[in-house]
C-alpha cells in the first residue's frame, strides 16, 4: 500500500470512535493508538495522567533522556463532537475530500506527526532528539494539559503546532492572544418612578463603562475589545442594583496585552455612575504567540522544506487561539498549520483535503533534514 493509502486506513481507524474532550475512555484509546504508532517507528512512548476529567496524554520521544529536544511536535487528540458521532457520520471519501469527526481538527494532523518522522531521513531522525507531545483537551483550552506541554517545550528549541493548515493550505505563522473580563457593578434598587433619585443604577455604570472599554481598541495594533454579554436589572420600573459584563480582548503582541490590562483595571477605578461600585476580575488569560525574529527563521525553513518538495507555502495570521500561544507564552518559537489542509471545522462539513497528505507529510520529513 502506498503513504497515502496506509495514511487514510490509519484516519479512519482513528476517527471510528467518538472522542470528544470529555469522552475520557475515547480520548486516551487514541492516545493508545497513537502510542502503538510511534512505538513500531522505535520511539519510546509514555501514557501520561492529566487527572480524572480527561484523557491520557501521549509523549512519544526517540532519545528519551535528552536534556533537550531540537523540536517538539504537537497535536491534539480530542474532538469537539458529542457520543454517537462517530457512528452517525463515519469517515467518508467524496472525491479529493475526506469527511468525519475531527477528521482534519486533529486526526490528520496527529497522523501527520507520525508519518513524517516514519518517512525522514534515518539519519536525521538519529541526528535529532524529538519530542512528540498529543494532548487530550485543547478543545476545551488544554486547562488540564497546556502545563505539561509547555514542562516539554521548556527543553525545546523550537515548536511545530499541527493543527491542519487551512483550506486554501497555509500555515500559521501568529495567533492573537485573548483575556476575558468580568465586571460586577453594585448600585441600590429604588422604585423608578416615586423614589427615582434615591436609587443608584448599575445599568447606567455598567454601559458606560462597556462603552470606554470598547474604546480602548486600538486600530493601529489591531487590538480589539468586544463586551460580549451584559446582564443587569430585574424590572423596567426599578432601578437596577446590580449589573455583570463579560468583555473579550485580543492582542497580538505581549506588549499589547499589558497595555490593555492596566487600561481596562485602570477604568475599573473610575466612577461611572454617583454611588454605583463595580469590582472587575480577569476570568482567562491567553498569551498572543507574534510573529517575532524567532519565529521568522522557522517559517523560513518551513517555506524552504515545502519548496524543496515542489510546492510554494502560504502563511496567515490568525484570531484564534491554539496550543501555539501557550508555547509562545515561555519564549519557544512556534508555527502552526503544520498539518494537512483543511476547513469548516467543528461542524459537520467539516473535511480534509486528501490532495494535501503526502506533500505536508513530505514537507515535514525534509524540514527535519535542514534543521
Ligand atoms: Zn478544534
Known amino acids: 500500500m502506498s503513504t497515502l493509502e496506509n495514511f487514510l486506513k490509519d484516519l479512519e481507524e482513528i476517527v471510528s470512535f467518538d472522542s470528544g474532550t470529555g469522552n475520557v475512555a475515547g480520548v486516551t484509546h487514541a492516545a493508545e493508538i497513537m502510542k502503538t504508532h510511534f512505538e513500531s517507528i522505535g520511539f519510546s512512548c509514555q501514557l501520561v495522567d492529566l487527572g480524572p476529567a480527561v484523557g491520557r496524554g501521549l509523549f512519544a520521544c526517540n ?11 504537537n497535536a491534539h487528540l480530542d474532538t ?10 463515519p469517515m467518508t471519501i467524496k472525491g479529493d475530500r475526506a469527511y468525519g469527526p475531527g477528521v482534519s481538527d486533529c486526526k490528520s494532523g496527529v497522523l501527520a506527526i507520525y508519518y513524517a518522522i516514519k518517512n525522514a531521513d534515518p539519519k536525521d531522525i538519529e541526528r535529532l532528539s524529538i519530542a512528540v507531545v498529543l494532548n487530550p483537551d485543547e478543545e476545551t483550552s488544554s486547562g488540564y494539559s497546556a502545563e505539561w506541554i509547555n514542562s516539554i517545550a521548556v527543553k525545546a528549541k523550537r515548536a511545530l503546532i499541527f493543527e491542519a493548515a487551512r483550506a486554501g493550505g497555509e500555515l500559521v505563522r501568529s495567533r492573537k492572544g485573548s483575556s476575558t473580563y468580568v465586571a460586577t457593578f ?9 423614589a427615582h433619585y434615591k436609587g443608584a443604577n448599575a445599568n447606567v455604570a455598567a454601559m458606560r463603562f462597556a462603552l470606554a472599554a470598547y474604546g480602548l481598541a486600538d486600530p493601529d495594533h489591531n487590538t480589539t475589545v468586544n463586551p460580549g454579554i451584559m446582564k443587569g436589572g430585574s424590572a423596567s420600573n426599578v432601578i437596577s442594583d446590580s449589573a455583570r459584563i463579560e468583555i473579550d480582548t485580543r492582542y497580538w503582541t505581549n506588549e499589547d496585552d499589558v497595555a490593555l490590562d492596566e487600561a481596562i483595571f485602570k477604568l475599573a477605578e473610575a466612577t461611572w455612575s454617583p454611588r454605583v461600585t463595580q469590582t472587575l ?35 496567515v495570521d490568525a484570531g484564534g487561539a491554539s496550543d501555539g500561544n501557550h508555547i509562545a507564552e515561555i519564549g519557544i518559537p512556534v508555527i502552526d498549520g503544520c498539518g494537512p489542509a483543511g476547513g469548516d471545522f467543528h461542524c459537520d462539513r467539516e473535511f480534509l483535503r486528501i490532495d494535501t497528505i503526502e506533500e505536508r507529510i513530505r514537507m515535514v520529513s525534509r524540514f527535519l533534514h535542514l534543521i
Open 186 to 194: 453594585n448600585g441600590s434598587s429604588s422604585h423608578a418612578g416615586n
Open 63 to 73: 532519545k528519551p533522556d535528552a536534556d533537550h529536544y531540537d523540536v517538539l511536535m
Open 281 to 315: 476580575t480577569r476570568t482567562n488569560h491567553i498569551s498572543a504567540m507574534p510573529f517575532s525574529e524567532n519565529t521568522k527563521e522557522l517559517v523560513d525553513l518551513m517555506t524552504q522544506a515545502a519548496k524543496e518538495e515542489g510546492f510554494d507555502l502560504k502563511w
Open 80 to 89: 469537539v463532537f458529542p457520543d454517537g458521532t462517530a457512528k452517525a457520520r
